[in-house]
């Protein structure tokens, strides 16, 4: 073995093998020898491997146990999500709180659709229903929904450019031309009442969901539908001003002053000369 050959040798890692009988958990080459990963994302990978399910993988826990910043495993953690190997959703749960969801894949490759949700148990078997005598009964035709109303033409365009725009905000609400066509009523129906296009534009884009949008155009079209704000009130048409009272006078016949058009005697005094 030549000098060179030995320098190499010697600066090579050398393996103590041991047999993990407990306590060991299983790592991929893929990830562990990943061609771009960090280090700090490839450790980040193996810890939250390591964990059982349901085990807290936030940012604030995984900054307990490291000595990282949380800016730093924050950047970990979307290496991991663009690699494939993580995948956050944000969730309201029954107490109305948001909260993150993670499903973490040991092997990208063979990744399937995250369960956001348990599946639902088989039902049994239903008993076949007896035949009916009587013939059954036609199913109505159900009635074609009515089209939306047609866009006032002056808010089209305006609409229009808003949707157009929204990806400079975030290039994951990049949208087609038949989704901005489809969506140019909803937010005409908010410019109708008022809104000013920054307002709809920062309802749009503001507390998006964590990692890839698949669907973009229906995340919009139900926040348009469902945070649409009422219309502004009619202004109030200005109360019509009483009459104004009669007068005062002084009765001539007793100096009580009374109420009346046109000067004379009081009510008593009038009765007294009548009387």
Known sequence: MTSAESIAHASGVVHVRHHHETHFTVVGNHLAQHPTL???????????QSLPDGARVGIKALAERFPESEYRIAGALRELEEAG??????????????????TYYEHPGHRESAPREPAPKPEPPRPEPEPDPKPPTPTPTPTPTSPPPPVDPVLHQPAADLLAGLRSADPRLTLSVRDISQLVPGVAAWLERGVLPGQVRRTLTSTLPVGIIHRPAKLLAHRLAEWLPPALPAPRAPEP?????????????????FRSHEPGHCSDCRQRRVS
Do not use: D, F, H
């Not at 960090?38 to 939250?48: E, F, K, P």
């Not at 190997?85 to 993670?102: C, D, G, S």
């Not at 009272?245 to 001539?252: K, S």
């Open 38 to 48: 960090s280090a700090m994302a490839i450790g980040i990978a193996v810890r939250i």
């Open 85 to 102: 190997y993580l995948l956050r959703w944000k969730e309201r749960t029954p107490a109305q709180r948001i909260v993150t969801r993670t």
């Open 241 to 257: 001003r009483g009459s104004l009272p009669e007068p005062l006078q002084n009765c001539p016949g007793c100096e009580r002053a």
